[in-house]
């Protein structure tokens, strides 16, 4: 059995999910611009994870640390990102694991994730991008792709068919900006939220996350 640990210093909130044997690898995992980290997908797919044997830390961010309802500021965006490097930092030192140090997250949280991936390429080993907002819904021309072209961090994007925030084309026209290896997973008839309840997203996540990293072997991570 995984066990699943609350942690609450203060400018850090989340959840931590432990393998029961030696991880092979961590993830730093949180969410979208309207909820927080206890949410039935990121809880999902942080215990599917745990089970394949990845340590999983789902965690607030920084606007959601600040006030417990309501979106994020444009504004303040800046601040979300440095709170993804701090936690990331923390996992590395008070959580280490021998395998790669992976960061992901839903929507808002998976583009400020990836922001902050393209700015300092040495933050993560990898990314895993739960229906990243490519656009907001009903328009296409305002595209979200300014940083893909700088983005040298390995890819995994999870996405659905009929989520509004971005096309299943659009999508693998953003990827192809980004210079690094990318893995698209698609749930036919899914939209933005990705229910777990009605499509295997937990299952096929965990399998592409694997076979992208290698992590059915040893990993050992040299940075």
């Known amino acids: 059995m995984t066990t699943v640990e609350t942690v609450d210093s203060g400018e850090l909130r989340g959840f931590l999910h432990r393998p ?3 991880p092979v690898a961590t993830l730093a995992l949180t969410h979208g611009a309207g909820s927080d980290c206890d949410t039935v997908l990121l809880r999902a797919v942080a215990e ?3 089970d394949a044997g990845i340590q999983v830390l789902r965690f607030d ?3 959601r640390v600040r006030k417990p309802k309501g979106p ?3 504004s303040r965006a800046g601040e979300d990102r440095a709170g993804i490097a701090d936690v990331v930092a923390m996992l590395c030192e ?3 694991t021998p395998g790669p140090v992976l960061l992901g997250g839903h929507s808002y949280g998976g ?3 990836s922001m902050a991936a393209a700015a300092n390429p040495s933050l993560a080993d990898g990314l895993l991008l739960l229906s990243y907002p490519l656009h907001p819904p009903k328009k296409p021309e305002k595209l979200r792709t300014e ?3 700088e983005l040298n961090t390995p890819t995994a994007v999870v996405h659905g068919s ?3 925030f971005a096309t299943t084309d659009e999508m693998a026209a953003a990827l192809a900006l980004v210079p690094a290896t990318t893995r698209l997973v698609e749930f036919d008839g899914a939209r933005h939220d990705l229910s777990v309840t009605r499509f295997p997203v937990v299952e096929k996540t965990v399998a592409a996350v694997l076979e992208l990293f290698e992590l059915r072997g040893s990993f050992a991570r040299t940075r």
């Open 48 to 50: 599917g994870f745990a």
């Open 94 to 96: 008070d959580y280490p």
């Open 162 to 164: 009929k989520d509004e």
């Open 147 to 149: 940083h893909l072209p």
């Open 72 to 74: 994020p500021h444009p």
């Open 61 to 63: 961010l920084a606007f």
């Open 20 to 22: 029961t044997a030696s």
């Open 111 to 113: 583009r400020q994730a």
